[in-house]
Nanobody, 122 residues
Framework: QLQLVESGGGLVQSGGSLRLSCAAS??????IAWFRQAPGKSCEGVST????????KYADSVKGRFTFAIDNNKNTVYLQMNNLKPEDTAVYYC?????????????????WGQGTQVTVSP
């Protein structure tokens, strides 16, 4: 069973930066992604990355501000979040797909982390 452990959340002021990490216990995935869920809102796909090749995709709401990278040697992915806005406040979840399509659709993912809170103050 693949396990995902997120870290790096916290409280930051608007315009600040945070880096989220997600460590995978195994390499039995081909795509890994970040989703987020704000209170009272549905889950939103943020970014995906292919384990081989590193092709990334981003939601329009984070393009130009977030960067997703993978370190295959460490089975760890990193989401660098810059110029954060209050609307980025949410619980961020790491998700992995055993045979995914590298899309921002939560049903495509088989494994989920426990989530990490990101709070951006005005």
């Amino acid at each position: 069973q693949l396990q995902l452990v997120e870290s790096g959340g916290g409280l930051v002021q608007s315009g600040g930066s945070l880096r989220l990490s997600c460590a995978a216990s195994r390499t039995t995935f081909n795509v890994i992604a970040w989703f987020r869920q704000a209170p009272g809102k549905s889950c939103e796909g943020v970014s995906t990355i292919a384990r081989r090749g590193g092709t990334t995709k981003y939601a329009d709401s984070v393009k130009g501000r977030f960067t997703f990278a993978i370190d295959n040697n460490k089975n760890t992915v990193y989401l660098q979040m810059n110029n954060l806005k209050p609307e980025d406040t949410a619980v961020y979840y790491c998700a992995a797909a055993a045979n995914g399509q590298n899309i921002l659709f939560e049903d495509d993912y088989d494994y989920w982390g426990q989530g990490t809170q990101v709070t951006v103050s005005p």
